[in-house]
Each structure stands twice: as structure tokens, then as C-alpha cells.
């Protein structure tokens, strides 16, 4: 992170340090940012600096780039083709200057005198030594420390919080230079005053709380610039700077996974077979060209590097319809198309290496004895290449993403950018373990009586967390909580023993109810720290212990520290919920939270009742609750 602007053509040393991968999750553009002796926004992308002397630091995923382009399309933006993706500028401690780190902006410009609780503006301040001071008295200087509250809307605009506005509860009688904040003996927010010395006039903060309490939001977005600001018709809300709703980064991801469609595209678009191929409009005409031409097949084998009978008749003419039409070849949803990838793996060869050249290599696990019979098959996952792209950030309150991961276009994102044409990214190179459950089973397990009374209790509560307008479509059903509680579970009981820590294991859910044309059912355990990339092996070999670690997950989580407090939490119509937890039922940090790294939905949407009995719940409620 680069150090803040000082003299016209003067810097000083970098004061923070931000991992790359923290720029897409954490620290991403317009975070705010606790330095030593300041408070920071991170700029957006278009103060990202890249030293023109060197390649930028490209990412390329092609369909992550077409999954997120229709939400990027929706902010006024477009990606480019041939660089969508790029990993954060690294800085340097002994390279301070313009091309080094990400530029940031002083925010906010109130501070608070450790010595007198004095509220003041930064301008009246005086700087000295890196520090703002102030003057208490003729004989008294103290330090100041940046104010904690800011101001926010739904829209995710950021202001500084109207402090004299508040106080006087919207008059301007004061010039707001006598304005104090004392927060009493205890440090409880209800004891915390902001006062007007020169009129006596004071408020609790906490009477900043609610809805259309605060004025109008001026739409200002500071983290794209003093020119970004634009028309809002939303009521500011207090926001603490450090609080877990004051920024919530909106990533999609994508593994790196053969795509059959665009190898054929690039074979049937070369020189060798467009000639020979480009009127095979339909399957007929594509089987007589390849009747009359035996080189047609010869050439697609070489091209793709995969026999010729892999590819339809019915495939080739779609792709030459697509050439035809200046079309890409048509994609199902991320996710999809990953478990689909994986049901076509081949069982595993022992001892088999996999190739250096390619990003990702998955072989079926024969196993030594029995698996648990809810469990299809176990997919090892030996090499893998996640890419993690963000899309946009929200404030107060996080959108929900489909069962693919990905967000509609009517998600309410703040930009990252005004005019960049790519998204920040970072990518992973690591192993996994896929494992897939058996459809009948976890299909009669949603018909049971009491899971079906208890999604429609989570689905109530999803309802309570996001209001009378909330998009029903996006709640992802009974089936995707069971899986991401058996996942957290999971992750908890593999990092004791695969040789990675909780926190460099991620998790991907694959989950599609069994109406759709390709219902999924299955967990993929990976590794997800960006600071160890490359495989050590430990988790494809805990992979194939797979029996004995589910054992220890559902032992884990079927009694909670917190029982029978956890266990008999879950949303309940007309019982009010004063934890505010909608999107859970049993669960809580005791149990079934983890790092939130780890989880692809901030520790939201778990409940482990649906995973084994616990105490209080119905026992048919668990999809676990016989089958170990």
C-alpha cells in the first residue's frame, strides 16, 4: 500500500502492508484501512498504479471473464478480451514513489484528541512528525486519533458522519469547532455523547441508529475520486469503520477446467478444417463432410489432443454455426460445468503423476473398502487453479449470489472503477478433494417431514434478514445448508491432520435441487491460501480416509459447547430472533463457523441439525443420522 500524498512531488515509505490476495477479499477498493497513526479508504482501480517499464501482472480465465461480464456490463463497464484479470501492484519498502503499492486517501478527516475528547476537523489540526495535534490549552498539546464512525447508505456511498448537523439535530447554530466526544467510563456505545461546548447543546450516539435519522445521502464516493459523486435518494446510516458490515467484497471464482466446447471451436476455426468444414450447418451435413474427408477426424484428434469420436456430429455443427454468427460457444453456469467435469474423471492410475502443463488434473478414488453408503464417489483433485475475481463491493449488508456463485444484474454492487476495462484478481494453484453424495438419498432426505417444515423455517428466516422484496429465487433451499454445514464440519476435522492450517482450506459447495436438468449434491474441500501455492499432498491423501474424517466432523459437530443454546436456535415465525442470526439454525462459533476465508458465504446459511442429531432437534432432520 502506498503511502498518502505529501508535498507536491515528495513521498515518503509505504505505512501499511496489504497482501495481494487481500485486495480482492478484505482491502479491496473503497475498504477502510487502520494504519499506525492514520485511518485510509483504498483508491479504486483507476489509482492503481502499474510501472510502464514492466508487464503487468495478467490473469486469464475466460470463463470467469464471460460469467461476470453481464454484472460488470450492468455498472456501465466492459472487460477486456485479452486481459480482464490483474493481480494488485506489489510495492516495495525501499521503493517509495508514484508506481509503488495501491494510492490511498485519508479517511476520515475527524479526529479525536486523546488528551480532551475534543471532535475536530483535520484542518484546524496541525501535523507534525506524521501525527495530528492538538491544542488543548496554551500549556497542553495532545495527539489526535481518527474518529471511528463514518457515515454510509444502502448504496454503499461513503460521507463523513455529520457530527455538527447531529448535535444540533439538523440546525447549524455553532460553527462546529467546540464539539467533544466522550464515551463515558464503561465504553458502552449507549454511553457514548457528542457535545457543543459554546451551546451546551448534546446527543447520544446512539440515537444515530435507524433509518431516515441521519440527512440525506450526497451519493459520494470517494474511493473513485472527488468527481464520482452521484444522485441518491437514501438516508445516511451510522457505520463503524471497523465493523464486519462496513465492507463486504462480492468475488465469483472459477477453476481452471478443459472446456470440450472452445478446444473444438479453436479445431473447427483453423486453416486445416474451416475449408472442409464451414457449410456443415447441421449434424448431417457435419457426418457426410466427415465421411468424405477422413483427414476431418485426423486433424481434430491432433488439434485438440483428444480422439476424434469425443466430439458429435451434432457439436461440430453448433460450433460452425457459432463461427458463423461472431459467437463465443455457449457455457453452462460455473459451477455446472466443474461437476460436470468432474463425473467424466477417470479412475485413478497408482503413481500417476500429473502433467506440468496443465492446470488442473482430477482421477476417481478406488477405494480399500466401503464407503458410507450417502456417499456416490470420491473425486481426488491433484492439481487445481482457482481464480478469484472481484466484482464489486456492498456496505451494511451483503447480496446474496446464486447456487453458481455468481450475482444477478439487479444486485445493488458499488463500483470498483469509473473507466478501467478489468477486475482485480488473484489465483490459487493447489489440490482438493471432491465428495460427491448419492442423489437418491440426499433426495429423500429433503421429502422427510421435518426437513421440509425446517426449510420452510429457513427459508421464513431469509425472509426476516432480507425484507418483503427479498428475491425468493436466491434462497438456496434445505439442501445447499446441509451441505455447507457438513463442508464446515469437514474443513475443521481434515486441517487436524492433511498438514495445512483451517485457515488454507476453502471450500466450494455444488448444489442444484434435484428438479434441475443436472442436480448436484457434493463438497469440494480445497486448498485456499494464495500465500502457498503448489500442492503438498496432504489433503488428496486424506482424501482417501474420507470415512473415518466424516466419522470425526459429525462427532464434532454433534454437541456444541453452547448447547442446548445453539442447538434450539433457528428462525421461528412470530418469535422474534434479538441475535438477528435469519440465516442460520444451529450454529454458531462454538460448532460450525471458520475462518471466513475459508466459507463462500461469511458463515451464513449453516444449521447442523441438518447434518446429525443434536440435542432439542428432531433426529430424522439429519441427513447423517443412520448412514455412519
Known amino acids: 500500500m502506498a503511502a498518502k500524498q505529501g508535498k507536491k512531488n515528495q513521498y515518503r515509505p509505504p505505512d501499511g502492508r496489504i497482501r495481494l490476495s487481500q485486495l480482492v477479499t478484505t482491502f479491496g477498493p473503497g475498504a477502510m484501512v487502520d494504519l499506525v497513526d492514520h485511518a485510509v479508504l483504498v483508491g479504486g482501480l483507476d489509482y492503481w498504479r502499474y510501472d510502464a517499464k514492466q508487464p503487468r501482472p495478467t490473469v486469464d480465465e475466460q470463463r470467469l471473464r464471460d460469467a461476470v461480464l453481464p454484472r460488470v456490463k450492468a455498472l456501465g463497464l466492459n472487460l477486456a478480451q485479452g486481459a480482464p484479470f490483474l493481480t494488485g501492484p506489489a ?92 464515551e463515558g467510563g464503561t465504553g458502552d456505545f449507549s454511553e457514548v455523547v457528542v457535545k457543543c461546548d459554546a451551546c451546551q447543546a448534546w446527543r447520544h450516539l446512539s440515537e444515530a441508529r435507524g ?17 464520482a459523486d452521484v444522485t441518491c435518494d437514501h438516508h445516511l446510516q451510522l457505520l463503524s469503520r471497523t465493523a464486519s458490515n462496513a465492507y463486504f467484497a462480492q468475488t465469483v471464482s472459477a477453476l481452471s477446467i478443459p472446456e470440450k466446447g472452445r478446444e473444438l471451436q479453436k479445431a473447427v476455426g483453423s486453416a486445416k478444417l474451416w475449408p472442409s468444414l ?10 457426410q463432410a466427415r465421411s468424405l474427408f477422413e483427414d476431418i477426424d485426423i486433424a481434430l484428434a491432433s488439434i485438440t489432443g483428444k480422439p476424434a469420436s469425443d466430439f458429435s456430429d451434432a457439436e461440430i455443427a453448433a460450433t460452425v454455426n457459432a463461427i458463423h454468427g461472431g459467437q463465443g460457444v455457449a457455457r453452462e453456469g460455473l459451477r455446472t460445468a466443474e461437476y460436470k467435469e468432474f463425473l467424466t474423471a477417470k479412475k485413478e492410475v497408482p503413481a500417476e503423476i500429473p502433467p506440468r502443463e496443465v492446470d488442473f488434473f482430477a482421477s476417481r478414488m478406488v477405494p480399500e473398502g466401503k464407503l458410507p453408503s450417502v456417499i456416490a464417489d470420491i473425486t481426488l483433485v491433484k492439481k487445481l487453479r482457482r481464480v478469484t475475481a472481484q466484482v464489486g463491493f456492498t456496505r451494511l449488508s451483503a447480496p446474496t449470489a446464486d447456487l453458481q456463485g455468481t450475482y444477478s444484474e439487479q444486485a445493488k454492487l458499488s463500483a470498483l472503477t469509473l473507466s478501467q476495462d478489468w477486475l482485480p484478481a488473484t489465483e490459487i494453484f493447489g489440490e482438493g478433494v471432491l465428495i460427491r453424495f448419492d442423489e437418491a438419498r440426499v433426495k429423500a432426505w429433503e421429502e422427510r417431514p421435518a426437513v421440509v417444515e425446517r426449510a420452510q423455517a429457513l427459508l421464513y428466516g431469509y425472509r426476516q434478514q432480507f425484507g418483503e422484496n427479498a428475491d425468493l429465487s436466491l434462497f438456496p433451499g434445505v439442501r445447499y445448508f446441509m451441505l455447507h454445514s457438513l463442508s464446515h464440519l469437514l474443513m475443521s476435522a ?38 502457498a501455492e503448489g500442492t503438498l499432498g496432504g489433503l488428496v491423501e486424506q482424501g482417501r480416509k ?14 456444541c459447547s453452547n448447547d442446548p443454546v445453539c442447538a434450539a436456535h433457528a428462525p421461528r415465525e412470530g418469535a422474534p430472533d434479538p441475535t438477528e442470526r435469519y440465516l442460520e439454525g444451529a450454529a454458531c462459533h462454538g460448532c460450525l463457523y471458520v475462518a471466513e476465508p475459508s466459507c463462500e458465504r461469511f458463515n451464513g446459511y449453516l444449521d447442523r441439525a441438518l447434518v446429525i442429531p443434536t440435542m432439542v432437534n428432531d433426529p430424522t432432520l439429519a441427513f447423517l443420522g443412520e448412514a455412519l
Open 91 to 182: 510495492g516495495t519498502d525501499d521503493a517509495a514513489g508514484p508506481w509503488n503499492g495501491i494510492r490511498v486517501a485519508e479517511f476520515p478527516a475527524w479526529f479525536v484528541c486523546q488528551n480532551c475528547q475534543a471532535l475536530c476537523h483535520r484542518k484546524g489540526l496541525e501535523e507534525k512528525g506524521g501525527k495530528y495535534r492538538h491544542q488543548c490549552s496554551r500549556a497542553r498539546v495532545g495527539t489526535c486519533v481518527p474518529i471511528r464512525f463514518v457515515a454510509s447508505c444502502r448504496d454503499g456511498h461513503l460521507d463523513e458522519f455529520p457530527w455538527n448537523w447531529f448535535v444540533h439535530k439538523g440546525g447549524s447554530r455553532c460553527d462546529g469547532k467546540d464539539l467533544y466526544f466522550r
Open 211 to 227: 433509518d431516515k435519522v441521519l440527512p440525506r445521502c450526497a451519493g459520494r464516493r470517494p474511493w473513485l475520486g472527488r468527481q
Open 278 to 287: 464451414k457449410k456443415s450447418t447441421d449434424a448431417t451435413k457435419a457426418a
Open 494 to 531: 481434515l486441517a487436524l491432520e492433511c498438514g495445512y492450517a483451517a485457515a488454507s482450506l476453502a471450500e466450494r459447495i455444488y448444489c442444484a435441487p434435484a428438479t434441475d436438468p443436472t442436480p448436484m449434491a457434493a463438497i469440494l474441500i480445497m486448498t485456499g491460501s494464495a500465500g
Open 546 to 559: 474420507i470415512a473415518s474424517h466424516l466419522k470425526r466432523a459429525c462427532d464434532m459437530g454433534r454437541l
